[in-house]
């Protein structure tokens, strides 16, 4: 028998404890768990979307092109809008997104009179070259997103958005 | 380490006396199981209480994904219970828990009476009790019909019905609950859902404080 014995209290006081916190924890567990799902759930990748878009067209000038998906939000299927900046580079068709990197507005491509060979956010004047690298001094911290592209049938069809492979 | 920060607070709060106050009580030898294991039956407000908190923790959970609206409420809980994780139990605790909270009610009811603790001085708190019954049966109520499938709907088909047969008010409480003179439907379900989580919850707190500082303040009633 050591020096410090338990007490009869202090046993009780740890057994109520111990139960307590295990009672406890078996109701709040399950209720954080679902709490906390959407940053647990994983998604499935987008498939290639259809546009309407003739690839044969499409030059070094960007053109915007309207698109349209199947989203499914929770208990809410909806046919959301989206739109891409596209043209050519060589060989290759370039879509940009029009998602602006510095708090989410939508750039355009040459709104600014005074810049009209690149892309314009008019919310805080950010600036973006065409290859969607930002312009440094404005306020966007990185390039432009990116849209996986294929062609089918002639026409361009958009994938997932996809980290900007321009370098900076 | 708990006890440095709680000594530090106590030091400058003294809030030892507020929480002996709440936590400091005497359990008479007739109401504590150890002694007499008979005297569990003095456990059943204080489970009911123990379901209520359940019921009200799950349900907050519940309100994260659940729309009130006859287009969507369906879909939304049938999407929490059947893609969220543990939304199965989660939706399970606050079903089973609003059966078995109505029972538990019931078993403090008849305790109370059969070991006649409603008598002189404590008869206001019987009435409270009264009033917390009213208020658990009228969640029941609100709350079945949420989901809004069928047998919510026709339950609560029944229900308004019965509330219309009160004689000359009747149609006015069935428009009142149903939010329309004809029609259970998106009005009803809105109404539902803010009396479900605002009104009644609300008074239940006050009406359980009252019960509580009522017990505290006449003790437990001496034994049979």
Redesign the interface.
């Known amino acids: 028998m050591s020096k410090n014995r338990v007490t009869r209290r202090q046993f009780l006081t740890y057994t109520i404890t111990g139960v307590g916190g295990f009672m406890a924890a078996g ?2 567990m ?2 954080v ?3 906390i ?1 959407p940053i ?1 759930q994983t998604k499935e990748e987008g498939d290639f979307v259809q546009t309407s878009q003739k690839a044969a067209e499409i030059t070094e000038v960007p053109v915007k092109v309207d698109f349209s998906y199947e989203q499914t939000d ?3 299927k909806s046919e959301v809008a989206d739109a891409a900046w596209v043209y050519r580079e060589g060989d290759q068709i370039v879509a940009i997104s029009p998602v602006c990197k510095h708090l989410g507005c939508t750039v355009n491509w040459a709104s600014d009179p005074t810049h009209p060979d690149q892309f314009f956010c008019a919310c805080h004047a950010g600036r973006y070259e065409k290859s969607g690298v930002n312009v440094k001094g404005t306020p966007p911290l990185g390039p432009l997103d990116m849209f996986e592209v294929a062609e089918n049938d002639g026409f361009l069809m958009l994938g997932k958005k996809i980290a900007n492979t321009h370098s900076n | 380490m708990l006890n440095k920060i709680y000594d530090w607070v106590d030091e400058r709060l003294d809030i030892t006396p507020i929480w002996r106050d709440i936590a400091d009580h005497e359990v008479p030898e007739h109401v504590n199981p150890a002694h007499h294991f008979s005297a569990f039956v003095y456990c059943f407000g204080g489970l009911t209480f123990f379901i209520t908190v359940i019921q009200i923790l799950s349900g907050m959970f519940l309100t994260m994904y659940y729309v009130p609206d006859v287009e969507n409420a369906w879909k939304s809980v049938y999407y929490l219970q059947n893609e969220v994780a543990f939304g199965e139990i989660v939706r399970g605790m606050h079903h089973w828990g609003a059966s078995l909270v109505i029972v538990m009610m019931f078993l403090h009811t008849l305790r109370v009476f059969f070991t006649g603790s409603y008598k002189k001085p404590r008869e206001l708190n019987w009435l409270v009790g009264v009033g917390i019954f009213a208020i658990m049966l009228g969640l029941g109520f609100t709350g079945y019909l949420l989901p809004w499938d069928m047998k919510a709907l026709f339950a609560t088909k029944v229900g308004i019905e019965i509330a219309a047969s009160v004689p000359f008010l009747g149609e006015i409480i069935k428009t009142l609950l149903a939010g329309d003179s004809t029609i259970i439907g998106a009005q009803t379900l809105t109404r539902f859902f803010a009396i479900h989580v605002f009104f009644l919850p609300a008074a239940l707190f006050a009406l359980l404080a009252v019960h509580f500082i009522m017990i505290r303040r006449q003790g437990i009633s001496g034994p049979l």
Do not use: I, Q, S, V
């Open positions: 109701m709040l399950p209720m768990r679902f709490a799902d647990l929770g208990w809410y």
